[in-house]
């Protein structure tokens, strides 16, 4: 069955310091993968997607995500960080079989920005 | 223009009542996603409606969860006799079309179920 895991529950940064978020997915053919921001009060936000191609790929405030189908990874990346990133991110693949296009979420990784 | 909209925003109520959520997806989106995010939980998909067509209902934790959309826009998610383990934040997406992942699901603000 497809998965997603994001193996850090929370993690702190210091402001201007660059970040990395884990992801990795359990998938038989290509994932469709995404990363959502959610801050808090708001709903989800596309930050980037792969479908295929350039396996590194950006997205909407700096963030940019590298596709290793050899590590089953596709992680996050921002190469510094702004106190307004401080929220809780989400990767989700594309559901198998998904025709009506819904997704499966990992269980999100919570970031805090120190000053 | 506006966005996905959810209502309530915040729902306490007793076990064992019945809760009605609605979420009004982006105008001229055909299809439509309900989603549960628990504590620890991550998101689980609920729901999906496109369109006129039969709803894909194969996310529902239970026969006490049940979904409408009328008209091809509204929804109302529906959960009967409510229990503890219900309490969640329910979130609610739409998209264009369906069929494909290439349409950005946008979501709502979500509503903070609390089952007392």
């Known amino acids: 069955a497809q998965s997603v895991t994001q193996p850090d529950i929370h993690i702190t940064v210091s402001e201007g310091a660059s970040l990395e978020l884990r992801c990795n997915y359990s998938?038989?053919?290509?994932?469709?993968l995404f990363w959502y921001v959610q801050s808090p009060g708001q709903g989800l936000q596309l930050l980037l997607k792969y479908f295929s191609g350039d396996t590194l790929v950006q997205g909407i405030k700096g963030f940019e995500a590298e596709f290793k189908r050899s590590q089953s990874s596709f992680n996050l990346r921002k190469p510094s960080v702004h106190w307004s990133d401080a929220a809780e991110y989400f990767c989700?693949?594309?559901?198998?079989?998904?025709?009506?296009?819904?997704?499966?979420f990992g269980k999100g990784t919570k970031l805090s920005v120190k000053p | 223009g506006a966005g996905v909209s959810q209502s309530p925003s915040n729902k306490v109520t007793e076990k064992g009542k019945d809760v009605e959520l609605r979420c009004d997806p982006i105008?001229?989106?055909?299809?439509l996603y309900w989603y549960r995010q628990s504590l620890g939980q991550g998101l689980e998909f609920l729901i999906y409606?496109?369109?006129?067509?039969?709803?894909?209902k194969s996310g529902l934790p239970s026969d006490r969860f049940s979904a409408e959309r009328t008209g091809g826009s509204v929804s109302t998610l529906t959960i009967q006799r409510t229990q503890q383990e219900d309490s969640a934040v329910y979130l609610c997406?739409?998209?264009?079309?369906?069929?494909?992942?290439?349409?950005?699901?946008?979501f709502g603000p979500g509503t903070r179920l609390t089952v007392l």
């Open positions: 989700a693949v594309g559901a198998h079989g998904g025709s009506q296009g819904n997704l499966i």
């Open positions: 998938y038989g053919a290509t994932p469709y």
């Open positions: 105008s001229g989106h055909t299809a």
């Open positions: 409606f496109q369109g006129n067509s039969a709803p894909d």
């Open positions: 997406a739409s998209s264009l079309s369906g069929g494909s992942f290439y349409n950005e699901q946008f």
